[in-house]
Nanobody
Framework: QVQLAESGGGLVQAGGSLRLSCAASGRTISTYSMAWFRQAPGKEREFVATISWNNDDTYYTDSVKGRFTISRDNAKNTVYLQMNSLKPEDTAVYYC???????????????WGQGTQVTVSS
């Protein structure tokens, strides 16, 4: 069992930056691919970014490319999402997710965090 806990969400003005953290417990994440998803009000959950377990390959949804960066620190058992140049449309609840082995660009992840709210004001 892997438990995930997101933190770092909050209110930020458009154009600002925010860094989300996802702390894992119960098992090391060194063999797990990690991902971030988000769900805006009235919309379905969508994929944001993922990082592979073995070679640090990263993948992003088109709307965040060049603005968001996913990274991992296995020594701290933590995954991060650095968000720059934030836009009001980035407002959503952001979720951390994990799956054993290779990454996925969909919702086929085994473990999920509780979510953290990100609000971008105009």
């Amino acid at each position: 069992q892997v438990q995930l806990a997101e933190s770092g969400g909050g209110l930020v003005q458009a154009g600002g930056s925010l860094r989300l953290s996802c702390a894992a417990s119960g098992r090391t994440i060194s063999t797990y691919s990690m991902a971030w998803f988000r769900q805006a009000p009235g919309k379905e959950r969508e994929f944001v970014a993922t990082i592979s377990w073995n070679n640090d390959d990263t993948y992003y949804t088109d709307s965040v490319k060049g603005r968001f960066t996913i990274s991992r620190d296995n020594a701290k058992n933590t995954v991060y999402l650095q968000m720059n140049s934030l836009k009001p449309e980035d407002t959503a609840v952001y979720y951390c997710a994990a799956r054993w082995g290779g990454p996925a660009l969909n919702s086929q992840y085994t473990y999920w965090g509780q979510g953290t709210q990100v609000t971008v004001s105009s």
